[in-house]
């Protein structure tokens, strides 16, 4: 499974992005799918999850309310939506897939390919 991640950008404090991340490869509707970011100088840190149906969604404590994960499965595409922006979401950005994590869906080797990673900047 190919994930190709994009959408990032530099956006000011309290603006919205959406990241998508197309796949190729594989079958797409299979996969939960996660996003992942690591800001400068920090470990990667799990940001959302969703499931292979898009039923079931997870997300960590810090984005809840702000970030919301979706996907297609017609377009093999997932979705983050990021609003109010703050400059402590500055990272890059990945996309992940696994066959199924098991619960929480937030441990990075549970999933099983990656994305190469989108920018995200936020000016203060």
């Known amino acids: 499974v190919q994930l190709q991640a994009s959408g990032g950008g530099l956006v000011q404090a309290g603006g919205s992005l959406r990241l998508s991340c197309s796949a190729s490869?594989?079958?797409?509707?299979?996969?939960?799918l996660g996003w992942f970011r690591r800001a400068p100088g920090k470990e990667r840190e799990f940001v959302a999850a969703?499931?292979?149906?898009?039923?079931?969604?997870y997300y960590a404590d810090s984005v809840k309310g702000r970030f919301t994960i979706s996907r297609d499965n017609a377009k093999n595409t997932v979705y983050l939506q990021i609003d109010n922006l703050k400059p402590e979401d500055t990272a890059v950005y990945y996309c992940a897939a696994s066959y199924g994590p098991r619960w929480p869906p937030a441990t990075p080797n549970e999933y099983d390919y990656w994305g190469q990673g989108t920018q995200v900047t936020v000016s203060s």
């Open positions: 490869g594989g079958t797409f509707n299979n996969y939960w």
């Open positions: 969703i499931s292979a149906s898009g039923a079931r969604t």
